[in-house]
């Protein structure tokens, strides 16, 4: 009997005082959960000063191109490496020095194929030039949330990298200089620094908020107008999980050789995650597409281009 009455007042203990104190436990937690999950979160760019990120994207796209009738397919895989790191902030301004370490292409088509690296000086002029690019660094001023804002040493990166012209035999050296023009043109640099960060909104976020933004990019000197949305899905293991999609139309022509039919245009969805700790896109996917027409004007003649692209990127932080 004395067994049974002690059995008994443990188990009246343990319904009245543990699972009370276990159902109180498992309450806070679910609370402190949902206030976790109710808690606005500030996305920002905070990276340490000297250390150097670095970033590996790599891209792969299926074009189409017809022409008078004729079409032809192109694939072509891309690897980029770029690393940045911050001498400078001054407020919500950092200034980065931003190295295209490398970049290797792969182009192939029924006619044509050809691949590249600039680990490499080789010996065609954009070849040289991706080669040169890889040896100076560049500096950008970014605000904290990730938008691109300048170049500050834009001239003097220019005349080192366009040294190589100075090697290359005199009739190669005109239609080098026009390609280096072209690719090292600040709105063309800058398409190659900005995608680097997510365009993070300008205020305290929660969980399903979304927000918009939108910048240029330059390809072939042709230029784009991208609008993003952005949405934060999740948030877990320091980490924020941003989802969204892209709509891009092409900009008029300055290159008196290239007309527009009809707008280029394209959209995209994505995926990324976002390091709380520093801002910094730990992970980026994406799958996009485009179509339009142009027309072209080679020796006089006129030639209209009818496009569409399908492709994917993957970018990862390195270090």
């Given at each position: 009997m004395t067994f049974v009455f002690y059995f008994s007042m443990f188990v009246f203990i343990f319904k009245h005082t543990v699972m009370k104190t276990f159902l109180s436990l498992l309450l806070f937690t679910l609370l402190?959960?949902?206030?976790?999950?109710?808690t606005p979160v500030n996305l920002k760019l905070n990276l340490e000063k000297g250390k150097t990120y670095m970033v590996k994207n790599?891209?792969?796209?299926?074009?189409?191109q017809s022409v008078a009738g004729q079409s032809m397919v192109a694939n072509v895989v891309e690897n980029r490496v770029t690393s940045f790191k911050l001498i400078g902030q001054e407020n919500d301004v950092l200034e980065l020095e931003v190295r295209f370490d490398t970049l290797a292409t792969k182009i192939s088509a029924a006619m044509y194929s050809k691949e590249s690296s600039s680990a490499q000086p080789?010996?065609?002029?954009?070849?040289?030039?991706?080669?040169?690019?890889?040896?100076?660094?560049?500096?950008?001023?970014?605000?904290?949330a990730?938008?691109?804002?300048?170049?500050?040493?834009?001239?003097?990166?220019?005349g080192k990298v366009m040294l190589?012209?100075?090697?290359?035999?005199?009739?190669?050296?005109?239609?080098?200089?026009?390609?280096?023009e072209m690719l090292l043109k600040e709105s063309a640099l800058r398409s190659l620094v900005e995608p680097l960060f997510a365009h993070l909104s300008d205020k305290p976020v929660n969980i399903n908020d979304s927000w918009e933004s939108s910048y240029m990019i330059t390809q072939n000197d042709m230029n784009f107008l991208v609008f993003f949305t952005y949405t934060l899905k999740s948030i877990e293991n320091g980490q924020a999980l941003l989802t969204g999609t892209s709509e891009m139309e092409s900009m008029p022509s300055s290159n008196a050789t290239v007309k527009m039919d009809q707008p280029i245009k394209g959209s995209s969805t994505f995926e990324g995650r976002v390091d709380l700790a520093t801002g910094i896109l730990s992970t980026l996917t994406e799958n996009n597409k485009l179509a339009g027409s142009v027309t072209v004007t080679n020796n006089g003649t006129e030639y209209k281009v009818d496009l569409k692209i399908d492709g994917q990127s993957e970018s990862k932080l390195m270090k």
């Open positions: 402190s959960a949902t206030l976790m999950a109710q790599t891209s792969k796209q299926a074009s189409q080789g010996k065609d002029p954009v070849d040289r030039l991706q080669y040169q690019k890889s040896l100076y660094p560049l500096k950008a001023k970014i605000s904290t990730g938008k691109f804002i300048s170049f500050t040493n834009l001239s003097e990166f220019k190589f012209i100075d090697s290359l035999p005199d009739s190669k050296k005109d239609d080098a200089k026009k390609q280096a």
